[in-house]
């Protein structure tokens, strides 16, 4: 009886010794599967997010609102592009801008090939009612660094014609002291600042409405005709001061001026996707239009070569 017992236990211990040793085995198996598993994953979202990113530098250069699809490395990737802010009365700039630099603010369309163009199906400004049409810049968070402004408008003197350039400038500074010694005009404190600017809804601490051509107090002086005819503004070039390293965000809407009282696209918004087995990965950026370097708003160009400021 006894050799029955000891008999029977020493099968139960082998027993639950090959129970353990199987145990450890399936959990050694499940795992290398599991990490297998990871590292894969890990690799085609790699692979997806590199797809993506080449998508956008494929497409960076080309001014184009069409994605065109292709495969790199066995990876698809898709896309599309579209303007930002086009046709629309109220735009945020997507960047801060430290003391010194300066953002361009579109009234004409860019063609495929980057060039200004007023041509069928793009977006320009053109007013109906000169007398009514303004521009109200707004700058500055509540609480941040109180920065003054200045707001230059290019135009063609002869609309559609580039060889005749000119430039309309407004500066404007709520500090009293500082406007005593750069000659500034005032912000319209009495107004507030901005509410709700954009798609976006966002507020301003300061805020100036210029009338476009000489009709009120708050002017650029631009001539009608310019103001009225797609072709006429063409951008505006904003800047700040005394901010120092500070960023500054801005916003610009055009509050009146009926008829074709629009911004054209300030930039292309480009979506890109790479799918590669069941990773997708997307990359989206704001491409801006390139402009020119800020030492051209001061400088004088002679065909010689020469510069002076």
């Given at each position: 009886?006894k050799?029955?017992?000891?008999?029977?236990q020493a099968?139960?211990?082998?027993v639950?010794?090959?129970?353990?040793?199987?145990t450890l085995i399936?959990?050694?198996v499940?795992?290398?599967?599991?990490?297998?598993?990871?590292?894969?994953v890990e690799?085609?979202?790699?692979?997806a997010?590199?797809?993506?990113e080449?998508?956008?530098e494929?497409?960076?250069?080309?001014?184009?609102?069409?994605?065109?699809?292709?495969?790199?490395?066995d990876?698809?990737v898709t896309?599309?592009?579209?303007p930002?802010?086009?046709?629309q009365?109220?735009?945020?700039?997507?960047e801060k801008?430290?003391?010194g630099?300066?953002?361009?603010?579109?009234f004409v369309d860019?063609?495929d090939?980057?060039?200004?163009?007023?041509g069928a199906g793009?977006t320009?400004?053109?007013?109906?009612?000169a007398?009514n049409?303004?521009l109200?810049?707004?700058?500055?968070e509540?609480?941040?660094?109180?920065?003054?402004?200045?707001i230059s408008?290019?135009?063609?003197?002869?609309?559609?014609?580039y060889?005749?350039i000119?430039v309309?400038?407004?500066?404007?500074?709520?500090s009293?002291?500082?406007?005593?010694i750069?000659?500034?005009?005032p912000n319209?404190?009495?107004?507030g600042?901005?509410t709700?600017?954009?798609?976006e809804?966002?507020?301003?601490?300061?805020?100036v409405?210029?009338?476009?051509?000489?009709?009120?107090?708050?002017?650029?002086?631009?001539?009608?005709?310019?103001?009225?005819?797609?072709?006429?503004?063409l951008?505006?070039?904003?800047?700040?001061f005394y901010n120092?390293?500070?960023?500054v965000?801005f916003?610009?809407?055009?509050?009146s001026g009926?008829?074709?009282n629009?911004?054209?696209?300030?930039?292309?918004?480009?979506q890109s996707?790479g799918?590669?087995?069941e990773?997708?990965?997307k990359v989206?950026?704001?491409?801006?239009y390139?402009?020119l370097?800020p030492?051209?708003?001061?400088?004088?160009?002679?065909?010689?070569?020469?510069v002076?400021?």
């Amino acid at each position: 009886m006894k050799r029955k017992q000891v008999s029977g236990q020493a099968i139960l211990l082998v027993v639950l010794t090959l129970a353990v040793v199987l145990t450890l085995i399936l959990s050694v198996v499940s795992r290398s599967i599991t990490d297998v598993k990871v590292t894969s994953v890990e690799e085609e979202s790699v692979r997806a997010f590199s797809a993506a990113e080449a998508g956008i530098e494929r497409h960076l250069t080309d001014y184009s609102y069409t994605f065109s699809p292709f495969t790199i490395n066995d990876v698809e990737v898709t896309g599309n592009i579209t303007p930002k802010y086009e046709n629309q009365s109220e735009m945020n700039y997507p960047e801060k801008l430290k003391e010194g630099e300066v953002a361009t603010v579109w009234f004409v369309d860019h063609d495929d090939n980057g060039n200004l163009t007023c041509g069928a199906g793009s977006t320009c400004y053109a007013a109906s009612n000169a007398n009514n049409a303004n521009l109200r810049l707004c700058w500055g968070e509540t609480g941040g660094i109180d920065a003054a402004a200045e707001i230059s408008i290019y135009y063609a003197f002869t609309p559609g014609n580039y060889s005749d350039i000119r430039v309309a400038r407004y500066a404007v500074d709520s500090s009293a002291g500082r406007r005593a010694i750069n000659n500034f005009k005032p912000n319209q404190r009495g107004l507030g600042g901005c509410t709700s600017v954009g798609s976006e809804g966002i507020g301003y601490r300061r805020r100036v409405t210029i009338d476009l051509d000489d009709s009120g107090s708050e002017r650029f002086n631009i001539p009608d005709n310019v103001i009225r005819s797609p072709n006429g503004l063409l951008f505006a070039r904003i800047r700040f001061f005394y901010n120092g390293s500070v960023g500054v965000p801005f916003g610009v809407t055009l509050p009146s001026g009926g008829g074709n009282n629009v911004f054209a696209s300030q930039a292309r918004l480009i979506q890109s996707s790479g799918k590669f087995g069941e990773a997708e990965r997307k990359v989206e950026i704001t491409a801006l239009y390139p402009d020119l370097p800020p030492i051209f708003d001061y400088s004088l160009f002679a065909l010689g070569g020469g510069v002076s400021q």
